[in-house]
């Protein structure tokens, strides 16, 4: 086994020798961390509304009290006022507005005559995030301006619905965390892993090693070992970097760090196997440079990281199944957010372990070892 | 599950020999012996790409001790030959033995007792050159204390004990080969296959790498097989140069014997002013000419069995047509002319191969 080491040693006195890589595989997954995180983890603020206010009369007055409140607190949206409700339609059609309110003449008559009063809000349903956040507040503001001024839950014969949230609020960006640091380590392997090997085809090197007396088993585990530290370290720094970055504290215990560094360990090994089998038989230096961005959406965003794996297509949700990065970042969601222990992220362990050893054992079979 | 289980040097078996081989995991590589003196056996080897035979029923053998050449243009399947020879191909047909070890059949055997040095720069140029020989001669198994003497030993022969500590990709092509051929010596083999050694190397460099060559061979107990298309490379170098040409064997003998077996052993280069259509026939006719050959410019390369014999006859018949010489020179024949003799075509005229991607050099690195 010495042999393998020899080849371990070798590709880290490279990598330590170039930082511009190590840094470059680094900086990527925290610019997406930090990008993503608080691209979509925000709250609809600042919205322009129009108002076309037709009837004047005393409820009304109410609804824009009721608007003026969330302008003042929420921040939700602001209001404009429009005299014609055409062009208030117009102005939302072509985004100078994002919704329009509308209340119609008559309107306080109505309330009071009990004659089914409404109110009608426009919106752009191009835009799911605005028109849903729009809608819901404006729910909100009717169903507030309908109920009496007790809170029907102290009203014994109504239903009421709890709810026990079981950890503290998590921002988005803490939640991105697990992922993050799983592309890391993904990133790690795809710069440090599978392509060095085909560069160093490409450029003949390799003849160097084939020519020597090192079976084909030490010069495939001893890459992929090397691989694996490259992407430890990557997972490692970026590990305490996001945390610090997004605020999470789980990873300074003792104990949870021993996890969290066995899931790293576990994850490089499976990543770095997953890789090399894949471009076990590439010739073309090309390849793996065309396939990083294909690759990266496929195993990545299947994974659970971004959105949950429950609200995936029947076909996405098979890719997720067989993909290592949705349990690398189970596992790590459940050391991180919810400060588990060995028995959430057992089965996690045992996928990674199993498959990093099936797939070092087939890409030595399709090595090979001549020209 | 052999593929699974190390190949150690105990796997091939030739126990008696093996005990009593000095140093059997340091300093000696732990070769034994070979059977019957042949370093190196080729015995109707062959290589096939689908239809195409690059390697065709090529046999010899080499001696202990000896350094052999095999010469031919590009393409003449040089490197698929040693290639195969040093375990990187599989082998068609035929088979190679090099220490008495089948290449095919105990590949990590055969490979423990050879150096190679390839063609195209396989060192590390991230590492130094201290580690590129280290971490190599781990791959061999050689042990710390004989490591560290043939490193110490091998930079002194190189004449690169100075950049001991430098990076690889600080040094020239030159030095790099010498680090490489260093690198080929480090778990002391046997034999030694050097594949175009100094192709793309600047002529004052070349000359130290053949001065270094000769160096080694003498103070070690060595084999050597190179390939070259140089002429002056295989005639300066080698004991005996196997021709090879589209993939077989045309001539195998010593430079001497070669050159003495192409008839006519003087060559006249003769360049003319104004010579008639028909000079060539006229200068056939001289004495003890056995070929002219014209090239460009009105000069005519003329092999003859006599050189001052032929030299004062084409005087005499210039001066009697009245056709001025221009130029006039009196040469031995060279390896060109014997390549010419058995292929009818000129060593210089070589076909360059296309490659359809060619990585480039990582940016720092010295030409």
């Not at chain 2, 298309?229 to 993939?247: F, K, Q, S």
Request: a negative charge; hydrophobic letters at 45%.
């Amino acid at each position: 086994m010495n042999r393998m080491w020899a080849i371990v040693e070798r590709e880290l006195r490279k990598f330590f020798r170039s930082p511009a890589l190590m840094l470059v595989s680094m900086v990527f997954p925290l610019v997406q961390l930090i990008v993503l995180g608080n691209a979509f983890g925000g709250k609809i603020k600042e919205a322009r509304l129009g108002v076309v206010d037709q009837d004047g009369g005393t409820q009304s007055v109410k609804v824009r009290e009721a608007l003026a409140a969330v302008e003042a607190n929420a921040h939700t949206f602001y209001p404009v006022d429009y005299d014609s409700d055409q062009q208030a339609m117009e102005d939302v059609r072509n985004g100078r507005l994002d919704g329009a309110i509308v209340i119609p003449p008559e309107y306080s008559r109505r309330v009071y005559e009990e004659n089914h009063p409404r109110i009608a809000l426009i919106v752009d349903n191009t835009d799911n995030f605005m028109s849903s956040t729009l809608e819901s507040e404006f729910s909100d503001l009717v169903k507030a301006l309908n109920n009496p001024d007790v809170d029907p839950s102290r009203i014994s014969q109504q239903i009421t619905l709890d709810t026990v949230e079981l950890y503290p609020y998590i921002e988005y960006m803490k939640y991105l965390l697990p992922g993050s640091i799983a592309l890391a380590m993904f990133v790690s392997v795809m710069i440090g892993g599978g392509m060095l090997y085909i560069d160093d085809k490409a450029r003949g090197v390799h003849e160097g090693y084939l020519v020597t007396p090192i079976t084909k088993f030490e010069l495939v585990a001893g890459l992929n070992i090397a691989g694996a530290i490259k992407a430890i370290l990557a997972g490692i720094v970026i590990t305490v970097l996001g945390a610090l970055l997004s605020g999470l504290g789980t990873i300074f215990i003792p104990q949870n760090f021993l996890w969290v560094l066995l899931m790293i360990l576990v994850t490089s090994l499976a990543f770095n196997t997953m890789m090399f089998l894949m471009m076990v038989r590439v010739e073309d230096p090309l390849v793996p440079r065309a396939t990083f961005g294909v690759l990266n959406t496929l195993l990545f965003f299947p994974s659970g990281a971004i959105y949950p794996i429950k609200a995936f297509p029947s076909w996405l949700r098979w890719i997720a199944y067989i993909d290592p990065f949705s349990y690398s970042v189970h596992g790590l969601k459940a050391l991180l957010l919810k400060d588990a222990g060995f028995v959430a992220i057992r089965g996690d362990l045992a996928f990674l372990t199993i498959s990093a050893a099936v797939m070092i054992t087939v890409a030595t079979m399709l090595f090979k070892r001549t020209l | 599950m052999s593929w699974l289980r190390p190949k150690s040097n105990s796997d091939h078996g030739v126990a008696p020999s093996f005990a009593t081989s000095v140093g059997a995991k340091g300093g000696r590589s732990g070769c034994p012996e070979p059977p019957n003196g042949d370093a190196i056996l080729v015995d109707h080897i062959t290589k096939k790409y689908g239809d195409f035979t690059a390697v065709d029923d090529v046999s010899f053998t080499v001696k202990q001790g000896e350094i052999f050449g095999l010469l031919g243009p590009n393409g003449a399947g040089k490197s698929t030959l040693i290639r195969m020879m040093t375990t990187l191909l599989p082998i068609t047909g035929g088979r190679a033995l090099i220490n008495g070890f089948d290449v095919s059949k105990e590949p990590d055997s055969a490979r423990q007792c050879m150096g190679v040095i390839p063609q195209a720069l396989t060192s590390d140029i991230d590492l130094t050159v201290e580690e590129n020989l280290s971490i190599y001669a781990k791959l061999y198994g050689v042990d710390a204390e004989h490591r560290k003497r043939n490193i110490d030993e091998l930079l002194e022969t190189v004449d690169l004990t100075k950049w001991r500590h430098a990076q690889t990709k600080t040094l020239s092509g030159g030095m790099r080969r010498r680090l490489e051929i260093a690198r080929g010596l480090v778990h002391s083999p046997k034999i030694f296959f050097l594949d175009e050694p100094t192709t793309g190397l600047d002529p004052v460099s070349r000359v130290s790498v053949w001065e270094m060559l000769t160096r080694i061979k003498n103070s070690r107990d060595l084999t050597i097989l190179i390939t070259t298309h140089y002429m002056d490379e295989a005639d300066r170098l080698c004991d005996r140069i196997a021709i090879v040409d589209h993939g077989k064997l045309v001539a195998l003998d010593s430079p001497a014997a070669l050159k003495a077996s192409v008839p006519g052993t003087n060559v006249i280069e003769a360049q003319f002013v104004n010579a008639p259509a028909d000079w060539q026939q006229e200068l056939e006719k001289l004495d003890e000419v056995t070929s002219v050959q014209p090239e460009a410019a009105h000069m005519y390369r003329i092999l003859t069995g006599n050189g001052s014999q032929t030299t004062t006859g084409l005087v005499e018949l210039a001066v009697r047509k009245g056709i001025q010489v221009k130029s006039l020179s009196v040469q031995n024949t060279t390896l060109d002319d014997v390549f010419v003799h058995f292929t009818g075509r000129q060593l210089r005229d070589e076909q360059v191969k296309a490659f359809s991607f060619v990585m480039p050099d990582r940016p720092g690195m010295r030409p």
